[in-house]
């Protein structure tokens, strides 16, 4: 069974400093990886999709890298912004070409202006 | 990105009652969509999968009755909580995926239920 953890639960940096979320799974025989973001009583917005020939994904400031041998994710943002405040998630399909998600439960992230 | 609508994004119902939230793709069609149930601080929990023309797959312990859901069509699925209870009061969520095969999921923006 696919576990997905995110470490750490909660994050609070000041404006301007560069910051690294983490995910880790225990399945590395993975389809692909999402990162999306969360805003309170929101839904999810996907931020990035790594599939699993891929290294790494960039968007913007964002940056996602996938380790798949060592079952581990990293989503970088560089010169965060009190905007980016949300919870960030990391899911993973629990099957090659099944889009049923395994969510780890998130780090929430407070950007201090 | 692709676009997922919810409606209604918030209702308040009496204990008893039927409520139904829909899930569109905006500019995409979507054969699958997925039903997740959130509560306060916790991650998403599956509920059930769409498919658009067949029965639901209800994910263990999810009453099937009680979570009616209808994908009709390529762009729409419904999902009615019937006899709503105070315990069904949760955050909703519905994803899609697009037909392109790229694996990703796209999200709506969640709909709120509080049964009084």
């Known amino acids: 069974k696919q576990e997905v953890t995110q470490i750490p639960a909660a994050l609070s940096v000041p404006e301007g400093e560069n910051l690294v979320l983490n995910c880790s799974f225990t399945?590395?025989?993975?389809?692909?990886l999402q990162w999306f973001r969360q805003d309170p009583g929101k839904g999810l917005t996907s931020l990035l999709l790594?599939?699993?020939?891929?290294r790494e994904q960039t968007s913007g400031r964002l940056n996602a890298s996938l380790d798949k041998s060592s079952g581990r994710s990293t989503l970088y943002i560089a010169a965060s912004q009190p905007g980016d405040s949300a919870t960030y998630l990391c899911?993973?399909?629990?099957?090659?070409?099944?889009?049923?998600?395994?969510f780890g439960k998130g780090t929430k992230l407070s950007v201090i202006p | 990105g692709a676009v997922v609508s919810q409606h209604p994004s918030w209702v308040i119902c009496k204990s008893g009652t039927s409520v139904k939230i829909e899930c569109r793709s905006l500019?995409?069609?979507?054969?699958?969509m997925f039903w997740y149930r959130q509560f306060p601080k916790q991650s998403l929990m599956l509920m059930a999968t769409?498919?658009?023309?067949?029965?639901?797959t209800y994910e263990q312990g999810v009453e099937k009755d009680k979570f009616l859901i209808n994908h009709a069509s390529l762009t729409l699925s419904t999902l009615t909580v019937t006899s709503a209870h105070p315990e069904d009061s949760s955050f909703y969520i519905c994803?899609?995926?697009?037909?392109w095969g790229t694996g990703e999921l796209f999200f709506g923006e969640g709909s709120r239920l509080t049964v009084l």
């Open positions: 994803s899609a995926a697009g037909t």
């Open positions: 399945d590395s025989a993975i389809y692909n």
């Open positions: 790594i599939q699993s020939s891929q």
């Open positions: 899911a993973v399909p629990l099957g090659a070409g099944s889009y049923q998600l395994t």
């Open positions: 500019d995409f069609q979507a054969t699958t």
């Open positions: 769409s498919n658009e023309g067949s029965k639901a």
